[in-house]
């Protein structure tokens, strides 16, 4: 395998680091601005758009630059390289403007995906809820066609990450409580300004609120705002769960905290420590570091087999998997190396990483799926291992949550979901 660029790689990255010079002081350097809030990031996400940085693999009539993977991997790396700050809208672009490019009408795509782009709007993704935990499929917040042709929601969901900054959200609702819980499925994209919707900010152990409750009261969506066929909202949420799982750890990208940033900033330490330790360290970076080139190739790949139209498959999850744990590892060993400073220490961009690193990681492996869920999916989509035993698959999903709540079949029947 050969890993330098080839002749029009290096053209095209010396493109990108002519825009990054030529808009040097417009961008900023990463940890001098706020983050997502800030009206500043937005505008900065803009001129890289305009400038064709943002999208790069996205069709031009997505609002993309019809460009491959590997120079996406080049913009990253530019961009990483010259400390600019990170876009705001990555859920946006990594979970939301897929679904829609999948599963969206031609004018849905015409009316959201370039300004998704140029984060003029921000979107959220409105899956989980308080009684699902991780079985996803075993959600409440319904939608009811009225006689007009609308739909009205009601229910709540919650952990939605950025919910109270977002302009739009993809929200999956059940539909048809009288078959199985997977397919009585559909999903929409809702305003999240609409009269009935109200957010919720959960505060972290982080100190931050990035996580949200979000209620719907009697929510109005018009059938035009509706992803995929009704009913198939399950479909719909497995090409965002795929590009999710691209998105966290099979897309080349570091996941949290990078090897790079440890390299950087803390390794030089271990030349402090009494020999043993010192070799010992060593080889815990070593592996740390072999594990991270392992899956930043991995997902190099997941991307090559993308560009030739394939859609994400379930062999992203492992690199998901694997990648938070490597975050985990390079964390603690970083504060591990660190010790009384790493309360206090900040790396080159001026920047909590360390600290935030210990309060955000953990939550990693919830995010996108845990690390149980993950593991099911490779064992029985990716090894065709044996399923695991499920009482409910082919169960009405109104008489599963009778059996849930210890009501009565005939209750159940009257019941709502």
């Known amino acids: 395998m050969d890993f330098d660029d080839t002749p029009e790689e290096a053209s095209w990255r010396s493109t990108v680091r002519s825009i990054i010079a030529d808009n040097r002081e417009a961008l900023g350097r990463r940890g ?64 939301c403007g897929p679904t829609v490019i999948a599963h969206g009408s031609e004018s849905q795509k015409e009316r959201y995906l370039k300004r998704l782009l140029r984060a003029d709007d921000l979107w959220c993704q409105l899956f989980s809820e308080p009684g699902s935990g991780s079985d996803l499929a075993a959600l409440r ?61 959960l505060r972290q152990m982080s100190g931050g609120s990035d996580f949200n409750e979000v209620f719907f009261d009697d929510v109005e969506i018009s059938d035009d705002e509706r992803l995929g066929d009704v009913g198939n909202g399950w479909g719909v949420a497995l090409t965002t769960l795929m590009a999710e799982r691209m998105s966290l750890g099979g897309g080349g990208t570091d996941i949290g905290v990078g090897v790079g940033a440890v390299a950087d900033h803390v390794a030089a330490r271990i030349a402090d420590l009494p020999d043993d330790r010192a070799a010992v360290t060593r080889q815990q970076f070593g592996r740390a570091y072999a594990e991270s080139l392992a899956i930043r190739y991995t997902g190099y790949r997941q991307l090559s087999a993308i560009s030739r139209g394939e859609m994400p498959g379930p062999e992203a999850s492992a690199g998901k998997l694997a990648g938070t744990r490597v975050a985990r590892d390079l964390a603690d060993l970083s504060v591990r190396l660190l010790d009384d400073d790493a309360v206090f220490a900040r790396d080159s961009g001026g920047d909590s990483t360390w600290q935030d690193s210990q309060a955000s990681l953990p939550g990693l492996a919830i995010a996108g799926g845990t690390n149980e869920v993950l593991r099911n999916v490779i064992g029985e989509r990716v090894l065709g291992l044996p399923a695991e035993p499920r009482a409910d698959k082919n169960v009405p999903f109104r008489e599963t949550i009778a059996v849930a709540t210890g009501g009565s079949e005939s209750a159940a029947k009257g019941a709502t979901v």
């Not at 999208?55 to 600019?84: F, H, N, Y």
């Not at 900054?165 to 078959?179: A, E, K, N």
């Open 141 to 201: 917040t319904k939608a009811v066609r009225t006689d007009d042709g609308t739909w009205r929601i009601s229910g709540q969901k919650v952990w939605t990450t950025l919910a109270h900054v977002s302009d739009y959200g993809i929200l999956l609702t059940r539909t048809d409580p009288d078959v199985a819980k997977h397919r009585g499925l559909t999903m929409f994209v809702v305003d999240m300004k609409a009269p009935g919707v109200s957010v919720r900010s």
């Open 32 to 95: 001098a601005g706020r983050g997502y809030d800030d009206p500043a990031a937005r505008d900065r996400q803009a001129l890289l758009y305009d400038n064709g940085l943002v999208g790069v693999t996205w069709s031009k009539e997505a609002g993309g630059q019809g460009g491959t993977p590997m120079q996406q991997a080049i913009v990253d790396q530019e961009l990483s390289r010259a400390e600019v700050p990170g876009l705001v809208n990555l859920i946006g672009i990594g979970m």
